[in-house]
């Protein structure tokens, strides 16, 4: 009995040493998060400070219920977004500007014009209160790409950014579906090709029948030996 309880008494020690290094730990990683991914939600749109304004708020008889945003919103996070992101900007060359100084007033202009046409709305605000970021932006680069160049290429380059593990434990579950025991000696080439397809590749339905010819015609110029070549003879 006796040694059930000291058995039990250092468990419980063990316990709480354990969880207080776990908590130290979250507490660690939490605070080291690099603050340029924070700056990074300034274009999350759902969390854009939007706040109505009632119609006759001060006064003025018969006007509507619209939408007010600060000015200054934003303003200091994109410049230091346009800041470290400045070489690959140049590298596109937008309209042939190829200075740090200029990308930095251009896309501050855009993100000002982009908040304006959210609060005239240009942009419809249901879309902006309630999309996802990924589809909003899509959205934006689609029909405004031409209004806001600089902004949308800036962005752009931010949805490149991974911001979790989730798609890397995405593409190793991909793997182990792909590489299975019975494919085991499937090189590494093949299985990066299979993957990116599998992954990358556009959906059947939206494949045309001229596409899928032109497939099959350089598969088959191309595909010299191994078993598939029995097909196109």
Same mark, same amino acid.
């Given at each position: 009995?006796?040694?059930?309880?000291?058995?039990?008494?250092?468990?419980?020690?063990?316990?709480?040493?354990?969880?207080?290094?776990?908590?130290?730990?979250?507490?660690?990683?939490?605070?080291?998060?690099?603050?340029?991914?924070?700056?990074?939600?300034?274009?999350?749109?759902?969390?854009?400070?939007?706040?109505?304004? %009632?119609?006759?708020?001060? *006064?003025? !008889?018969?006007? +509507?219920?619209? @939408?007010?945003?600060?000015?200054?919103?934003?303003? #200091?996070?994109?410049?230091?977004?346009?800041?470290?992101?400045?070489?690959?900007?140049?590298?596109?060359?937008?309209?042939?500007?190829?200075?740090?100084?200029?990308?930095?007033?251009?896309?501050?202009?855009?993100?000002?014009?982009?908040?304006?046409?959210?609060?005239?709305?240009?942009?419809?605000?249901?879309?902006?209160?309630?999309?996802?970021?990924?589809?909003?932006?899509?959205?934006?680069?689609?029909?405004?790409?031409?209004?806001?160049?600089?902004?949308?290429?800036?962005?752009?380059?931010? %949805?490149?950014?991974?911001? *979790?593990? !989730?798609?890397? +434990?995405?593409? @190793?579950?991909?793997?182990?579906?792909?590489?299975? #025991?019975?494919?085991?000696?499937?090189?590494?080439?093949?299985?990066?090709?299979?993957?990116?397809?599998?992954?990358?590749?556009?959906?059947?339905?939206?494949?045309?029948?001229?596409?899928?010819?032109?497939?099959?015609?350089?598969?088959?110029?191309?595909?010299?030996?191994?078993?598939?070549?029995?097909?196109?003879?």
């Amino acid at each position: 009995m006796r040694d059930a309880e000291n058995r039990k008494t250092a468990f419980d020690a063990f316990r709480i040493e354990f969880l207080d290094k776990l908590v130290q730990e979250l507490k660690k990683r939490l605070v080291d998060t690099n603050p340029l991914y924070l700056k990074m939600r300034v274009f999350d749109n759902r969390h854009f400070p939007l706040a109505k304004r %009632r119609p006759g708020a001060e *006064g003025e !008889a018969g006007e +509507e219920e619209r @939408f007010v945003m600060d000015d200054d919103y934003g303003n #200091d996070d994109v410049r230091d977004l346009v800041t470290h992101f400045s070489g690959l900007l140049i590298e596109l060359e937008l309209n042939g500007v190829t200075d740090a100084q200029s990308l930095d007033r251009l896309v501050l202009e855009d993100w000002r014009v982009f908040k304006r046409d959210i609060l005239g709305g240009n942009i419809a605000i249901d879309k902006v209160r309630f999309d996802g970021f990924s589809d909003f932006w899509s959205f934006v680069t689609v029909h405004y790409k031409v209004r806001y160049p600089y902004l949308v290429s800036l962005v752009s380059i931010i %949805r490149l950014i991974p911001m *979790g593990s !989730a798609e890397c +434990e995405r593409m @190793f579950s991909l793997m182990n579906r792909l590489k299975t #025991d019975l494919r085991n000696r499937m090189k590494t080439g093949r299985l990066n090709q299979l993957m990116t397809v599998n992954r990358l590749a556009p959906s059947v339905e939206d494949v045309t029948e001229q596409q899928l010819d032109e497939w099959i015609d350089f598969w088959d110029s191309e595909c010299s030996k191994g078993r598939y070549t029995s097909y196109f003879r």
